[in-house]
């Protein structure tokens, strides 16, 4: 289970199970910026899952994985919504073009994007404790 704490100021504490702590935090003047914003780590999943599944392709082919890296653009119209995603995947320049088609399918079967593609539905309900 995923619990979300409201701390001082704009900061929040997450539990992930017993296992991990997230931190957030909001840019000022809304917070003291000390930590990403929700927002940051909602984004940074599609960079880090995109990364994972580019070194599981690598690891599966016996190639190296060293020195690729995923890039995230997001862009946002006037009204501050986002609009879109635009991931890269960048290797260097000695990873094998024969292998360009198979990283980057592997690399797109990240399920945040495909959970993106495919929205489930979000409830929000208040319950006292």
Not at 50 to 69: D, M, N, S, V
Request: proline share 8%; glycine share 4%; aromatic share 10%.
């Amino acid at each position: 289970m995923i619990v979300s704490s409201v701390l001082d100021g704009a900061r929040i504490t997450t539990d992930i199970g017993d296992k991990f702590v997230i931190d957030a935090d909001q840019p000022a003047p809304f917070g003291d910026d000390k930590a990403p914003s929700p927002f940051d780590i909602f984004l940074v999943s599609f960079s880090a899952c995109t990364a994972y599944f580019a070194q599981r392709y690598c690891r599966k082919w016996k190639l190296p994985h060293e020195g690729i890296k995923v890039e995230l653009e997001s862009v946002f119209n006037s009204r501050h919504v986002l609009t879109d995603i635009h991931l890269k995947l960048k290797v260097p320049a000695s990873f094998p073009r024969d292998h360009f088609a198979g990283l980057l399918r592997n690399a797109g079967a990240c399920p945040v994007k495909k959970a993106m593609e495919a929205p489930p539905a979000v409830t929000l309900e208040l319950i006292e404790a």
